[in-house]
Nanobody, 124 residues
Framework: VQLQASGGGLVQTGGSLRLSCAAS????????MGWFRQAPGKERDFVAA?????????YYADSVKGRFTISRDNSKNTVYLQMNILKTEDTAVYYC?????????????????WGRGTLVTVSS
């Protein structure tokens, strides 16, 4: 079972990035997927989550609502995080995670499988 996050990088304030998380070794369609982030010296925080299947249920942290969009492509076993209007406070390592219950959750301990993370740096 593996989750591989990619798409991080250096971007200026106000810019955009799209993160991808490719899953292998699990029944992707049945998994809820989440994105979390961890800034230096801080705890890992919830960013966004999407339920299994067609992803009818989506949750966002208040800090990213209206700027970030989570989506999934089950044909590619991939979940995405489109990040727009980036701010310096969005700088963090971003992790994707999978929850076999299929229910989108804001809680990190709801997730069974975690990827290694991708670094996003937003400069002013």
């Amino acid at each position: 079972v593996q989750l591989q996050a990619s798409g991080g990088g250096l971007v200026q304030t106000g810019g955009s990035l799209r993160l991808s998380c490719a899953a292998s070794g699990l029944a992707f369609n049945n998994q809820a997927m989440g994105w979390f982030r961890q800034a230096p010296g801080k705890e890992r925080d919830f960013v966004a989550a999407i339920s299994r299947g067609t992803g009818t249920t989506k949750y966002y942290a208040d800090s990213v609502k209206g700027r970030f969009t989570i989506s999934r492509d089950n044909s590619k076993n991939t979940v995405y995080l489109q990040m727009n209007i980036l701010k310096t406070e969005d700088t963090a390592v971003y992790y994707c995670a999978a929850d076999r219950t299929g229910l989108a959750s804001r809680r990190p301990n709801a997730y069974d499988t975690w990827g290694r993370g991708t670094l996003v740096t937003v400069s002013s």
